[in-house]
């Protein structure tokens, strides 16, 4: 089994920032996917970035140039620095790992509001 705890949501002004955390724990394979989703009300969850253990990287479109995803293999530990926040990207922000069954966090919610 694996557990996955998220941290980092909250409230910010459009043009802000913050950054997610999500520790994965338990058996855990040496090469694995971690990846952030979000989902926003009324909206199918989408796929906002993964990153493999040998770091090859995938970003949605709409978070390119904006959202930086990055890992620490030793802590098993995905990273996702949000910079330049729009409205649209309020949503629930879940992280998961593949390793390879599939595995969820329990979300976290990112509220960009003026």
């Known amino acids: 089994q694996v557990q996955l705890v998220e941290s980092g949501g909250g409230v910010v002004q459009p043009g802000g920032s913050l950054r997610l955390s999500c520790a994965a724990s338990?058996?855990?394979?040496?090469?694995?996917?971690m990846g952030w989703y979000r989902q926003a009300p009324g909206k199918a969850r989408e796929l906002v970035a993964t990153?493999?253990?040998?770091?090859?990287?995938n970003y949605a479109d709409s978070v390119k140039g904006r959202f930086t995803i990055s890992r620490d293999n030793v802590n098993n530990t995905v990273y996702l620095q949000m910079n330049s926040l729009k409205p649209e990207d309020t949503a629930v922000y879940y992280c998961?790992?593949?390793?390879?069954?599939?595995?969820w966090g329990q979300g976290t919610q990112v509220t960009v509001s003026s």
């Open positions: 998961n790992v593949q390793t390879p069954g599939l595995y």
């Open positions: 338990g058996s855990i394979f040496r090469f694995n996917v």
């Open positions: 990153i493999t253990s040998v770091f090859v990287i």
